[in-house]
């Protein structure tokens, strides 16, 4: 399993900061639904963090950079 970490200070449009249960239900959904990748998101106050298994690592980062997030 491996984390991928996003900076909630460094989130732009269309993510909403103020609203990252609704951000994190977004990026789950994509990710199983355009890539087939379960994941398991969570956020704190600095940070959004998606754990998916290592294999999918590749395919998740592509889509993240799609979404706009990395």
């Given amino acids: 399993m491996e984390t991928i ?3 909630i200070r460094g989130l732009y449009e ?3 900061a103020s609203r990252i249960p609704a951000v994190l239900d ?3 959904s994509a990710l199983r639904e ?7 998101l969570t956020a704190d106050s600095m940070t ?4 998916v298994a290592t294999d999918r690592l590749p ?8 979404l ?3």
């Fill in 48 to 51: 959004i963090a998606i754990d």
């Fill in 68 to 70: 706009g997030l990395i």
């Fill in 26 to 28: 977004e990026i789950e």
């Fill in 59 to 66: 395919a998740t980062a592509t889509l993240l950079r799609e």
């Fill in 5 to 7: 970490r996003i900076a």
């Fill in 34 to 40: 355009q890539e087939n990748i379960p994941a398991r």
């Fill in 14 to 16: 269309p993510w909403d």
